[in-house]
């Protein structure tokens, strides 16, 4: 496709709404992962720490 302005970019053909809606989802999508994962990471690091912990105080 070929845009004679910015406009028409952004306008995509008359499909921005899908286009970037698409990509809103996709990015908003990703972030909520990350977050998940770090937030996972950390409960595991906890749950970890507290294991060892309580292993050397049994032991």
Do not use: K, P
Not at 14 to 40: D, P
């Amino acid at each position: 496709m070929q845009w004679n302005s910015v406009s028409e970019f952004f306008a995509m053909g008359g499909y921005a709404l899908y286009v970037w809606g698409s990509f809103g989802l996709t990015a908003a999508v990703m972030l909520i992962e990350m977050v998940v994962i770090r937030n996972r990471r950390t409960e595991l690091l906890h749950d970890l720490r507290n294991e060892l912990c309580s292993e050397s105080t049994t032991s």
